[in-house]
């Protein structure tokens, strides 16, 4: 059985890894990276790095590789591509499951302001500080480019290309972070605002927890909304059962290109 994991996040390469340690028996994997980090972890088996031309490209790739089954494993806020993989895999005839890890929940103590959008959270910004500590990525930094009365610190893996705040350091890391290492950054550049997308897992929570025991207000970007119709699997080892009922023609296998 051909499954392809469109990748790029932990959960992707671990459940990789499950597969080629042979978890399940008798499973091909081809992992799809966006070619968007320099250099990214590769998982094991097949990788592919580049996009495909959009839904209709990827539905054709589908058909032509043998594909049966397709993982979206992609950011929580890879809204397009999860979109796409929606429609290739309905056209292809190929079941599909998203991957995604649960999303944070606030608790007490936390200052939560919580947006639809990077241009929602740069509007909104003003009111609650001036030293902004920017989780965002490196993607969507123009929606903060014209607030020159803040300053950035921007953490990403990569380096973002303009447009980007006109006051900003750039810290190139990469997860996971320590809590002790959060408290730091916080405490050296006298952080008095959080902005983060809502990715969920463990690798970047402890600047909530920082933010938390520091007082400081957060500004969480909501996820968008998955595409209806399409079944979820909070983490690898679910996913793993999932495609073990696909391979089987089990009932979570609905739609199995039987391949």
Same mark, same amino acid.
């Given at each position: 059985?051909?499954?392809?994991?469109l990748?790029?996040?932990?959960?992707?390469?671990?459940?990789?890894?499950?597969?080629?340690?042979?978890?399940?028996?008798?499973?091909?994997?081809?992992?799809?990276?966006?070619?968007?980090? @320099? %250099?990214?972890? +590769? !998982?094991?088996?097949?990788?592919? *790095?580049g996009?495909?031309? $959009?839904?209709? /490209? =990827? &539905? #054709?790739?589908?058909?032509?590789?043998?594909?049966?089954?397709?993982?979206?494993a992609?950011?929580?806020?890879?809204?397009?591509?999860?979109?796409n993989?929606?429609?290739?895999?309905?056209?292809?005839?190929?079941?599909?499951?998203?991957?995604?890890?649960?999303?944070?929940?606030?608790?007490?103590?936390?200052?939560?302001?919580?947006?639809?959008?990077?241009?929602? @959270? %740069?509007?909104? +910004? !003003?009111?609650?500080?001036?030293r *902004?500590?920017?989780?965002? $990525?490196?993607? /969507? =930094? &123009? #929606?903060?480019?014209?607030?020159?009365?803040?300053?950035?610190l921007?953490?990403?893996?990569?380096?973002?290309?303009?447009?980007?705040?006109?006051?900003?350091?750039?810290?190139?890391?990469?997860?996971?972070?320590?809590?002790?290492?959060?408290?730091?950054?916080?405490?050296?550049?006298?952080?008095?605002?959080v902005?983060?997308?809502?990715?969920?897992?463990?690798?970047? %929570?402890?600047k +909530?927890?920082?933010?938390?025991?520091?007082?400081?207000?957060?500004?969480?970007?909501?996820?968008?909304?998955?595409?209806?119709g399409?079944?979820?699997?909070?983490?690898?080892?679910?996913?793993?059962?999932?495609?073990?009922?696909?391979?089987?023609?089990?009932?979570?296998?609905?739609?199995?290109?039987?391949?």
């Open positions: 059985m051909h499954v392809l994991i990748g790029g996040t932990t959960e992707a390469r671990r459940l990789a890894e499950l597969l080629a340690a042979d978890a399940v028996p008798g499973f091909r994997v081809t992992t799809s990276l966006a070619g968007r980090v @320099a %250099a990214p972890r +590769l !998982p094991p088996g097949e990788v592919r *790095v996009g495909f031309g $959009g839904a209709e /490209g =990827l &539905a #054709a790739w589908l058909d032509e590789q043998g594909v049966d089954a397709l993982v979206d992609t950011h929580p806020f890879a809204g397009t591509i999860s979109r993989a929606a429609k290739a895999a309905a056209d292809a005839r190929v079941p599909l499951l998203a991957l995604r890890r649960p999303g944070w929940v606030p608790v007490a103590g936390d200052v939560w302001h919580e947006t639809g959008s990077l241009a929602e @959270a %740069a509007e909104l +910004l !003003p009111s609650l500080g001036r *902004v500590f920017l989780t965002t $990525g490196r993607m /969507g =930094l &123009a #929606a903060f480019a014209a607030l020159d009365d803040l300053w950035f921007v953490r990403s893996v990569d380096a973002p290309e303009a447009p980007v705040p006109s006051r900003m350091d750039l810290l190139l890391d990469r997860g996971p972070f320590t809590l002790d290492g959060e408290r730091e950054l916080l405490r050296r550049h006298r952080i008095d605002v902005v983060t997308k809502d990715s969920g897992g463990a690798a970047t %929570a402890p +909530l927890t920082a933010a938390r025991a520091a007082g400081l207000p957060v500004v969480v970007v909501r996820r968008p909304p998955l595409p209806a399409v079944q979820v699997a909070a983490g690898p080892e679910q996913a793993l059962e999932w495609l073990g009922d696909a391979g089987r023609g089990g009932p979570n296998g609905e739609g199995s290109s039987g391949r």
